[in-house]
């Protein structure tokens, strides 16, 4: 799914195959957060002029529309950033401030919004400290990621990385910048990491392989990752 202003672009992962589908009610050009549950495309943010009316719109799949949804409170509107996941059936979205660090967090269920204590992710890139990191819940700190040599995009000038379950792995996806034939291009990586808990509680992480899935000469950013059934 791709989406920029009110244009929304979708994926035929089997045809590789690009199709329009219907134009979301507000434009959304800010990055807004995605996420997916039982057939319905939840968009949050990204409008320059959030208020109770836009903060949320939801697309479904199978009657093709778009609907805007009640807001949990109008303090949520003034928030910098969101995130969202689904976990367990249900919708998580946290509120980050300037320093995106996070302020509230609610979670819809059934219709219902609710406040939530949802740490996620599980996993996060750390741009600042070059490292993935995940979070022990036991402990309630961050802790990084061990086993991995330093790679090309824990480099972070000029770099966005990108994480997602993958079958219970995580993919790992990075843009990497070199001049090939005299040109400029922008260099997709991704890399399958197998994850391991030892029994002291470490989470150590193991390339399965990684390898440049794409190269292209659009500077546009690295927005978002989502694995897909095929």
Known sequence: ILISMLLVMVMDCRS?????????????????????????????????????????????????????????????????????????ETVY????????VTHMTYKIHKGRWREAHLMFNHGSFDSPNCSLQWYDSYRKI?????????????????????????GGN??????EYMILSNHRKRLIWCEEIVIEKEHRGEIWGLVKWS????ITDEMNRLEHALATNV
């Open 16 to 88: 590789h195959t690009w199709r329009e589908a219907p134009s979301m009610r507000v434009a959304r050009d800010n990055s807004p957060s995605t996420c997916v549950l039982n057939g319905k495309i939840y968009v949050i943010g990204g409008c320059k002029n959030l208020d109770s009316t836009n903060w949320i719109e939801v697309f479904d799949t199978k009657t093709q529309t778009w609907e805007f949804l009640q807001i949990p409170s109008e303090e949520i509107c003034r928030s910098f950033k969101y995130k969202s996941v689904v976990y367990k």
């Open 93 to 100: 979205v946290s509120c980050l401030d300037e320093n995106y």
């Open 142 to 166: 961050w802790k990084n990621l061990k086993g991995l040599m330093r790679r090309s995009f824990m480099d972070p000038r000029g770099k966005s990385a990108k994480l997602v379950n993958y």
């Open 170 to 175: 995580i993919a790992l996806l990075w843009e």
């Open 211 to 214: 390898e440049v899935v794409f």
